[in-house]
């Protein structure tokens, strides 16, 4: 016994060599670290800094994780130390089973640039199973006749743990008419065969019980038992046979629960309850017994549970013949599972960004791996994404791929994007994984305010209250957030003369434009101002609009009366010739009003006469005409009141009076007044008189001294002419006249022409003309009128 163990420790020690020998050429390939199972969660593996050649700084600017290929956080790095932590218990038999070695293979991802470093992570097993035998009581009928030597077949026994952990050895007690010989199957594992060393008696002892005790090779040693019971048979010469030692079948794994896979069949030559055979397991394991079952009189294998291809690829199950008699054959059935397109492939994300800026071009959106757990074509996936997105796969090593953005993206043109990987295996019919990604693009301040107009045009009328909201100006920003948040400010005045910030303010967060104070529409009709809209963003964007105030009149302003004057100290009187024909001019009341369109309108209407129906105005003109000839019974003395209103609404209007003289002639420098009753208005206006007659004689005669003047050098140029006619001055007499029309302001001038007779040698006029360039304003009728009554042309013009 001490020789099999010695032999078994050179082994160990050969294959211990040869698997750090291997180990040692291929750390050039890949990073190698070795951890023992069951080792607490946080024990210390390795640190990656130091074996990457990274500082750990780096390593935590650059993000550097750990990635298992089976998506499992086995490992933990500390970014801080760049140590790399057991993140959980690893449990060796769960992970690998009886896979020698087991090594859970992993990456180092480091960003920026994107880099990865292979790595494997060998655990070591420890003596943490005890040998376990899966039947507690083992019966073995043997015939009485059983030559020594003989070989009888025992159940194996289950020990988890692999190499010297694994079981070693087998003993049995008490061992009188037996010993235990182990026999090695080539695959590693130890099978124990009971030989005869004494021969049986059923006569003398028909039943043995032994104790059959299993141990591994850990330190300390584990075991275990179970009670072998020896029955003594009579004598049964003929041991079972099988038509083959090898059965091999090919199951799809999609076989269902309960079907038949295969008949096992072997024949006995004895008769009756010695050739009765019986068909069982030998030397299988507990997943064989859960996966399959075999009818112990037909020999029929039926499927117990469903096979999976990607669990277990094959099965290798012992099948023992037992006759009546006790005598026993085996053989083997070799069951090789079929795959089957019975696995979608798998997306395994291990790193996303969900938000990137707009700007930025070839960024890292997404790292993953796909896998399929099926082989062959049913195993062979491609991954792609849709054709219309501005993002590109590529493909690092090992089905991990990478998502990029491919160039700069725009948030005003489309600010997520759904981006579905689509990865389809090989197989029929094929399978296909989707897996939808949505990221968000962040925006940068790359659009300016935009106003809804490129000018505005607002208006308001005078005379308005304080604070008054004229109007909102409004731009957009395409961007969002802070970029987007818009400022309104108030700019410069197009006029550098004008003080914007005394007339306008502006609501800076709604655009809204407000008039400090009353505008007047006299003093100011339009402006016009710049204002701004600038965003929240870094660096901040701005434009500017034009913005044109139009102040729009109101009726506040009474016309004014230019002529005559009502605040002069005398008033004014105009003088009417008694032999006046009806239509007869007699004055024009002039008025301007400083408001504009239909507020400067105007028109006259006569309120108050002394006598009514001598006078008449002229609604347009303000015209006072006569209309019918004066009697001796009219009063040398007329008072007229006339109203000047505009067309405003509400009208505002003006009064005016005029006093009209009346005179025999223009010679008389006095007209004494006819007496008439004395009352307490005539007594008011005698000092007017007085002042209207000693004016219309001074203006006579300077008037008389200019025509005089005229007259003169007229007559030198006619005694050229053949025969004494008429000579008309060179130049327009002047005499400015008033005047008004719709817009309230003087329009033309009344302009005469003298003629003077050549042959008495008297400076007596002829006749006095009106001449008019463009209009005419009076009838003929009118005209000859002013041609025949010489004074009462002469007293128009006066005024």
């Not at 020999?299 to 023992?320: C, P, T």
């Not at 002229?618 to 000047?644: C, F, M, Q």
């Amino acid at each position: 016994m001490g020789t099999r163990r010695a032999l078994i420790l050179q082994k160990r020690q050969v294959l211990v060599f040869f698997v750090l020998l291997g180990l040692s050429q291929a750390s050039t390939e890949s990073l190698r670290y070795s951890v023992a199972e069951e080792t607490e969660i946080g024990s210390f593996v390795a640190n990656l800094a130091r074996d990457l050649g990274l500082g750990v700084a780096e390593l935590s600017s650059r993000e550097a994780r750990v990635v298992s290929d089976d998506n499992k956080k086995h490992l933990l790095l500390n970014l801080l130390t760049g140590d790399m932590l057991l993140n959980e218990r690893l449990d060796r038999e769960e992970l690998c089973g009886s896979t020698q070695p087991c090594v859970l293979p992993f990456q180092v991802v480091l960003e920026n640039p994107l880099q990865f470093y292979r790595a494997e992570l060998h655990i070591r097993d420890i003596n943490d199973h005890s040998p376990a035998f899966l039947d507690k009581e083992i019966t073995i009928k043997i015939p009485e006749s059983a030559t020594i030597g003989a070989t009888f077949l025992i159940e194996n026994v289950q020990d988890l743990d692999i190499g010297s952990n694994s079981l070693q050895d087998y003993s049995i007690s008490p061992s009188s008419h037996f010993y235990v010989k182990v026999h090695d199957s080539g695959d590693g594992k130890i099978y124990p065969e009971l030989v005869l060393d004494k021969a049986l008696d059923h006569e003398e002892e028909s039943e043995l019980r032994l104790t059959l005790t299993a141990l591994d090779g850990g330190s300390p040693p584990r075991s275990g038992t179970t009670l072998i019971v020896i029955k003594v048979l009579d004598i049964n010469d003929n041991a079972p046979e099988f038509a083959q030692s090898l059965y091999e079948v090919q199951v799809p794994e999609d076989t269902p629960i309960g079907s038949s896979i295969i008949i096992i069949s072997a024949k006995d030559l004895d008769m009756e309850n010695y050739g009765k055979i019986t068909y069982s397991f030998l030397h299988t394991t507990e997943d064989i017994r859960k996966t399959f079952e075999i009818n112990p009189t037909s020999g029929k294998v039926n499927l117990r549970s469903l096979l999976d291809f990607e669990v277990i690829q094959s099965y290798s199950v012992n099948i023992q013949a037992t006759d009546g008699g006790g005598l026993s054959a085996k053989c083997t059935l070799s069951v090789k599972v079929l795959d089957i397109n019975d696995n979608a492939p798998e997306v395994i994300i291990s790193s996303i960004t969900k938000t990137i800026p707009e700007n930025a071009s070839e960024t890292l959106v997404a790292l993953f791996s796909v896998r399929d757990q099926d082989s062959g074509d049913n195993g062979r996936v491609i991954c792609s994404i849709q054709d219309d997105l501005p993002f590109i796969l590529k493909t690092t090593f090992k089905n991990f791929f990478t998502l990029l953005s491919e160039k700069a993206l725009d948030r005003e043109s489309r600010a997520e994007f759904n981006i579905t990987i689509t990865v389809s295996d090989m197989g029929t019919p094929r399978l296909t994984t989707q897996h939808t990604i949505t990221v968000q693009v962040s925006d940068i301040n790359d659009n300016a305010p935009a106003f809804t107009q490129t000018s505005y045009t607002m208006f308001v009328h005078e005379n308005n209250s304080p604070a008054l909201h004229i109007g909102t100006i409004s731009a957009t920003d395409s961007d969002s957030g802070s970029n987007a948040h818009i400022t309104y400010s108030l700019l410069s005045a197009q006029d550098p003369q004008l003080s914007l910030t005394s007339l306008i303010s502006i609501n800076a967060d709604n655009g809204q434009l407000f008039a400090l104070r009353a505008l007047d529409y006299e003093t100011l009709q339009t402006f016009e101002f710049l204002v701004g809209a600038t965003d929240r963003g870094s660096p901040a964007l701005s434009s500017q609009a034009l913005v044109q105030v139009v102040v729009l009149d109101d009726n506040d302003n009474a016309p004014f009366v230019l002529y005559p004057l009502q605040n002069a100290s005398a008033p004014c009187t105009e003088l009417l010739p008694r032999a006046a024909e009806p239509g007869y001019l007699v004055t024009k009341v002039v008025a301007v009003d400083r408001d504009s369109g239909q507020n400067a309108w105007l028109s006259f209407q006569l309120l108050k006469a002394t006598e009514p129906g001598l006078f008449s105005v002229w609604a347009h003109n303000g015209e006072v005409r006569t209309t019918r000839l004066l009697s001796e019974r009219d009063v040398p003395k007329h008072r007229l009141v006339l109203l000047v209103k505009d067309n405003g609404d509400p009208p505002r209007s003006a009064s005016v009076t005029l006093h009209v003289l009346v005179v025999d002639g223009f010679s008389q420098p006095y007209l004494p007044l006819p007496e008439v009753a004395r009352n307490p208005a005539h007594e008011e206006d005698a000092l007017t008189l007085y002042l209207v007659i000693a004016l219309a004689s001074v203006s006579s005669l300077f008037l008389l001294s200019v025509l005089m003047f005229v007259g003169v050098r007229l007559c030198r140029r006619a005694r050229a002419a053949s025969l004494g006619g008429c000579s008309v001055p060179e130049r327009n007499f002047p005499g400015h006249l008033v005047d008004i029309t719709g817009t309230g302001t003087l329009s033309q001038n009344y302009q005469y022409e003298v003629c003077l007779t050549g042959s008495t040698g008297t400076n007596e006029f002829k006749f006095l003309k009106p001449v008019m360039p463009s209009l005419q304003l009076h009838d003929p009728d009118s005209n000859m009128l002013e041609k025949e009554n010489f004074r009462n042309s002469l007293g128009f013009n006066i005024h």
